[in-house]
């Protein structure tokens, strides 16, 4: 018999729930509605709203990026950008830590406290990001569109200073070789292109001019073995090459689609007040729970 009763208290009888909510109703009315009440109050004050929008970048012409390669492509000691790397530069560059402080803090119209509400980041669609797209989460009070729209144009900016000095110290080092190896030809008296069947005979000139000291086995495959007319026109056409890069600047339409739209990124206040009403029904649940244990007690 005591094993009998002790099974019966385990179970609950709907009618004794029905009469504590039918007794309680007062109570477990206020608790939904102060439930309901707060989440939407912090939902509507203290959640701050965020927006986003987005953009999609181009890659620049390859036509450039090759006739560059095709110009050095004998020339192994330098290291040049090819198309891949710009790429890879620009995606890296426009989701930088040091940029995006740089930007934003340099920008008058943000305040401090909404420069921390800021973050720009890949662009996502169904969970697959999209290439070379990105996406800008700013508060209300931000114009996102014109500042992401900004931003990118900044970025652009800084890479095209940084490949313009790159290309130029490159062309630069260039000429300095080619002018190094015309030397050696002068020294020789090695005007026109030399064969390698020749090459005993250059070891020769070598090894008998005392105004260098140089190792021919090393130089075989170097330059100076086109001699000085050929040398002489490369440095000419590695000048004019120098000069062209120079115009040249990487400055190319680079939005494929520009931040024109955005969207409420923060959640939905309605989904905010709904777990508000779920809080409130838990709480509900454990109230009745209690009183029911306190009624056998």
Do not use: W
């Amino acid at each position: 018999m005591v094993k009998k009763s002790k099974i019966q208290n385990n179970y609950i009888n709907l009618s004794d729930v029905m009469r504590v909510i039918i007794k309680e109703k007062i109570i477990l009315f206020f608790i939904l509605l102060i439930s309901i009440i707060t989440t939407h109050t912090y939902a509507s004050f203290f959640i701050t709203k965020k927006f986003s929008t987005h953009v999609i970048i181009k890659d620049p012409d390859v036509i450039f990026f090759n006739r560059i390669n095709k110009f050095f492509e004998n020339y192994s000691k330098v290291e040049i950008f090819k198309l891949k790397d710009y790429s890879e530069n620009i995606n890296s560059q426009i989701l930088s830590n040091d940029n995006v402080s740089l930007f934003f803090n340099n920008n008058k119209n943000l305040k401090s406290s909404q420069i921390n509400q800021i973050s720009i980041n890949k662009l996502m669609i169904d969970r697959k990001p999209i290439h070379n797209g990105f996406q800008l989460l700013y508060p209300e009070e931000v114009d996102g569109l014109k500042l992401l729209n900004e931003y990118i144009l900044f970025v652009q900016s800084k890479i095209i200073n940084e490949y313009n000095d790159t290309f130029d110290k490159l062309f630069t080092n260039y000429i300095e070789y080619l002018n190094y190896q015309k030397q050696i030809a002068e020294r020789i008296n090695l005007d026109f292109p030399q064969t390698y069947s020749n090459n005993e005979h250059i070891s020769g000139v070598l090894k008998n001019n005392n105004d260098i000291s140089i190792n021919f086995q090393s130089y075989v495959n170097e330059n100076y073995t086109s001699g000085t007319k050929v040398l002489s026109e490369k440095i000419l056409i590695s000048k004019k090459m120098k000069q062209s890069i120079g115009s040249n600047n990487f400055n190319y339409a680079i939005f494929l689609e520009k931040a024109a739209r955005q969207s409420v990124h923060s959640p939905n206040l309605f989904k905010i007040t709904f777990v508000g009403l779920i809080i409130g029904i838990l709480m509900s649940c454990l109230l009745i729970l209690f009183k029911l244990n306190k009624d056998k007690i």
